[in-house]
């Protein structure tokens, strides 16, 4: 599988945690508004959700319950595929039929 890989900035980007849950690699990240969890997207079409330990970033690890996430506020929106921008998906379509995604919370739309 893939990593995503926690650096830190302060410290010459040291990295100070692997998350390994992706099955392949990662197309799509975004951060919560309060910086404790991560979303990915992935080539496999997954979306996999990190709680991110804030005092011990080697602690973060996958939040195996995506349903419990479902109303967090994400200070990006980059995921094609997450509970956001479902309306963007026909029963039809595959994974190469939207390639990018943004959220605008302020007027409630998705851009495709």
Not at 13 to 36: A, M
Not at 52 to 72: C, F, G, M, Y
Not at 88 to 95: A, E, K, L, N, R
Request: hydrophobic share 35%.
């Amino acid at each position: 599988g893939m990593v995503v890989c926690l650096l830190d900035t302060t410290s010459s980007y040291q990295v100070v945690s692997t998350l390994k849950s992706s099955n392949s690699s990662i197309t799509s990240l975004d951060w919560s508004s309060d910086s404790r969890q991560l979303r990915t997207n992935d080539r496999a079409y997954e979306l996999l959700f990190y709680n991110i330990d804030l005092e011990n970033p080697s602690k973060s690890k996958q939040n195996p319950h995506a349903t419990s996430l479902r109303d967090v506020s994400w200070a990006s929106n980059t995921c094609a595929l997450s509970w956001g921008t479902q309306g963007v998906w026909d029963s039809d379509m595959d994974g190469t039929d939207v390639n990018a995604v943004d959220v605008c919370q302020a007027l409630g739309l998705v851009v495709s």
